[in-house]
């Protein structure tokens, strides 16, 4: 069964630099096309993909949020941390750690299973 | 960027068909993917590759895609099917949601 967990703080302050780490398991990033993405959401808004990162350390960024994004892994620990520098109110909401599906070694363009979700505010 | 529209509301009486519209620049070349978020709970996967049903997910769902339009089709739509629904989609490996849709059964 695969299940993933997302864990940081609950409150940062505008300007300084969220973290936040996936936990997950059964399955490893030692297996080709595995992948783990971010996905956040706003209070009442609309899901926003963030970033990916696969098995090969092949990563991937949100074209509006790249500069303030970093995905890395740790592929003894089972995790996948996301930074994003910078933090405003408005990057307030819920932020998804889920896989990609993911068939005979090839990354697949679904999501599944979704972590519960960490919630994230931000003050001024 | 790659923009993918839906309608923010759709209104269907249960037992009736709901249809849930995606709209994007030739989203039928891409493969489109739906997933349904009820109130405090984590979206769920229903339709991906445009077509497929994960298991678990019930047949009353089912999905399109061609031209510029994906489409989550619900038969017998059930008070239980009322939630949010997202189409994704990917653009060169980075991931696209539309706005979402409230799917209300009343």
């Known amino acids: 069964q695969v299940t993933l967990r997302e864990s940081g703080p609950a409150l940062v302050k505008a300007t300084q630099t969220l973290t936040l780490t996936c936990t997950f398991s059964g399955f490893s990033f030692n297996t080709s096309g595995m992948c783990v993405t971010w996905i956040r959401q706003p209070p009442g808004k609309a899901l926003e993909w963030l970033a990916r990162i696969d098995w090969d350390d092949d990563k991937y960024y949100s074209s509006s949020l790249k500069t303030r994004l970093t995905i890395s892994k740790d592929t003894s620990k089972n995790q996948v941390v996301l930074t994003m520098t910078n933090m405003d109110p408005v990057d307030t909401g819920t932020y998804y750690c889920a896989r990609m599906g993911t068939i005979l070694g090839v990354v697949q363009n679904w999501v599944d299973p979704w972590g519960q979700g960490t919630l994230v505010t931000v003050s001024s | 960027s790659y923009d993918l529209t839906q309608p923010p509301s759709v209104s269907v009486s249960p037992g009736q068909t709901a249809s849930i519209t995606c709209s994007g620049d030739n989203l039928g070349d891409k493969f489109a993917s739906w997933y349904q978020q009820k109130p405090g709970q984590s979206p769920v996967l229903v339709i991906y590759?445009?077509?497929k049903r994960p298991s678990g997910i019930p047949d009353r769902f089912s999905g399109s895609n061609s031209g510029n339009t994906a489409t989550l089709t619900i038969s017998g739509t059930q008070p239980t099917d009322e939630a949010d629904y997202y189409c994704?989609?990917?653009?060169?490996?980075?991931?696209?949601f539309g706005g979402g849709t409230k799917l209300t059964v009343l």
């Open positions: 590759d445009d077509t």
């Open positions: 994704q989609s990917w653009v060169s490996s980075t991931g696209v």
